[in-house]
């Protein structure tokens, strides 16, 4: 029911391109998420989505977050996981234009679920390197058995808990992380949050990683909209006086931190 009404106020604050008066929005919104190009990337998403959705394996899911509005039971088939827990179609496909249209070079997500996301963002820029965080060390094999089937060389997926890969700031692409004080901290070009959709969770991420940016960061927060908590955050981070331009296109947060543009949030239909 939250969600139901939290959309039917989003449809009323929304505009689409024609709405945007920010020559840097307006070219992501008309050459990124408008895009209608059916890139040859969208098949293997979809394979990759197949091979998911046929696979009857049960996994005992360790969920460190919010938990699950959909599974009763931490016995899950990877094939319903992947049907109603996984980054819908649509959804990847904005990211892989996202990243296709960005080209960051240092990506971290955080939370890998069945790599869904992680296949995207890795098709969108193969030179990329992806770090992903995934807590349940089931899902975790689950997602590595899929990038080694699919040959996404670029994705290193570490098995950790958020907080624990948090305290070590480890350099991207690293494979056995430092104390933070043996080295300087890390930039990523873009953040994906996708493992806790609780209030202090997410604005305990954000702080810890805000000195991770840099001015052509791109942070992107899953379900802003998923409770009344979420959406507290979401107006945090708004707020926040190292942000200066995001987009609230429902499902996704965007956040910029371009230090030239004029501060402005955007409510986008996508």
């Keep these: 029911m939250h969600q139901i009404l939290a959309y039917i106020k989003f449809l009323f604050k929304s505009s689409n391109r024609h709405g945007v008066h920010s020559p840097f929005i307006y070219d992501l919104v008309t050459k990124c998420f408008y895009d209608k190009t059916t890139y040859e990337a969208y098949t293997i998403l979809e394979k990759y989505r197949q091979h998911l959705l046929n696979d009857e394996e049960i996994i005992t899911v360790t969920d460190f977050g919010s938990g699950s509005?959909?599974?009763?039971?931490?016995?899950?088939?990877?094939?319903?996981i992947a049907k109603n827990a996984g980054i819908s179609p649509k959804r990847s496909q904005l990211l892989y234009r996202l990243v296709n249209y960005f080209q960051p070079k240092n990506i971290l997500e955080i939370g890998t679920s069945l790599g869904i996301a992680s296949s995207a963002m890795s098709l969108g820029n193969p030179k990329a390197k992806i770090i992903t965080l995934e807590g349940c060390p089931e899902t975790s094999k689950v997602?590595?058995?899929?990038?080694?089937?699919?040959g996404l060389q670029?994705?290193?997926l570490i098995t950790t808990k958020f907080e624990d890969f948090f305290t070590h700031h480890p350099q991207p692409n690293t494979q056995h992380?430092?104390?933070k004080?043996?080295?300087?901290?890390?930039?990523?070009?873009?953040?994906?949050?996708?493992g806790n959709h609780q209030k202090e969770a997410t604005l305990d991420y954000f702080d810890t990683l805000l000195p991770?940016?840099?001015?052509?960061s791109v942070w992107v927060f899953d379900d802003i909209h998923w409770?009344?908590?979420?959406?507290?955050a979401w107006e945090k981070i708004k707020a926040h006086p190292s942000v200066t331009v995001t987009i609230d296109s429902f499902y996704w947060g965007l956040v910029f931190f371009r230090k030239e543009q004029r501060r402005q949030d955007f409510v986008i239909r996508v």
Excluded: C, W
């Design 143 to 150: 997602a590595k058995d899929a990038f080694d089937t699919f």
């Design 154 to 156: 670029n994705v290193e």
């Design 69 to 80: 509005r959909v599974f009763k039971s931490n016995q899950r088939k990877v094939a319903a």
């Design 181 to 194: 004080i043996h080295h300087p901290t890390p930039t990523y070009d873009l953040i994906y949050f996708d």
């Design 177 to 179: 992380p430092k104390p």
């Design 227 to 232: 409770s009344a908590g979420m959406e507290e």
């Design 212 to 216: 991770t940016i840099h001015n052509d």
